[in-house]
T-cell receptor
Framework: KNEVEQSPQNLTAQEGEFITINCSYS?????LHWLQQHPGGGIVSLFM???GKKKHGRLIATINIQEKHSSLHITASHPRDSAVYIC???????????FGTGTRLTIIP | NAGVTQTPKFQVLKTGQSMTLQCAQD?????MYWYRQDPGMGLRLIYY???????DKGEVPNGYNVSRLNKREFSLRLESAAPSQTSVYFC????????????FGPGTRLTVL
């Protein structure tokens, strides 16, 4: 079992829909990251969180430490949100990140 | 600020050839990382450098060497390229550790024939 599991692997939705991407992990962590990788390949950091919830524009990230689970939500989705969304965790006492395999999101106009 | 830069963007090698991938950051970050990304797999850490003058192996270090030349630059060397090293390589940097945002370079697409 991978340390970081994401679901779904692929998601296609209509423009305007509310999107949820899930991330589960199996180790104690000190931080969880959500990243976005656009079709051109570039990777940008969206959120880093260790508890609670963070919001940036139409994106919301939540984490439940007890359940070892995080969700990334996109409200009023738009075709420009089409990308691969990657979850990564830093386990306690570790310098390094462990990455999920990503969720490919496609938003249809 | 250029952020994290990588060169080259694309490279084709023959088996057995050597090459060095260059990475530089201008954000005064302490930690730098080299990852590879393969289809169907998450980013995997090859090597990292927690600070200038130190390097450590990651998950998949075999076939690679690294040099932290100074605080800005972290290079990845393939001494004798193999087809299994065909991948997209990303360099990243962060202020320190995993509790800070990581900034990624644009990637190098390497094909080994």
């Amino acid at each position: 079992k991978n340390e970081v599991e994401q679901s779904p692997q692929n998601l296609t939705a209509q423009e305007g829909e509310f999107i949820t991407i899930n991330c589960s992990y199996s180790v104690g962590i000190s931080a969880l990251h959500w990243l976005q990788q656009h079709p051109g390949g570039g990777i940008v950091s969206l959120f880093m969180l260790s508890s609670g919830k963070k919001k940036h524009g139409r994106l919301i990230a939540t984490i439940n430490i007890q359940e070892k689970h995080s969700s990334l939500h996109i409200t009023a989705s738009h075709p420009r949100d089409s990308a691969v969304y990657i979850c990564a965790v830093r386990s306690r006492g570790n310098e390094k990140l462990t990455f999920g395999t990503g969720t490919r999101l496609t938003i249809i106009p | 600020n250029a952020g994290v830069t990588q060169t080259p963007k694309f490279q084709v090698l023959k088996t057995g050839q050597s090459m060095t991938l260059q990475c530089a950051q201008d954000m005064n970050h302490n930690s730098m990382y080299w990852y590879r990304q393969d289809p169907g797999m998450g980013l995997r850490l090859i090597y990292y450098s927690a600070s200038e003058g130190t390097t450590d192996k990651g998950e998949v270090p075999n076939g690679y060497n690294v040099s932290r030349l100074n605080k800005r630059e972290f290079s990845l060397r393939l001494e004798s390229a193999a087809p299994s090293q065909t991948s997209v390589y990303f360099c990243a940097s962060t202020l320190s550790g995993g509790n800070n945002e990581q900034f990624f370079g644009p990637g190098t697409r390497l094909t080994v024939l």
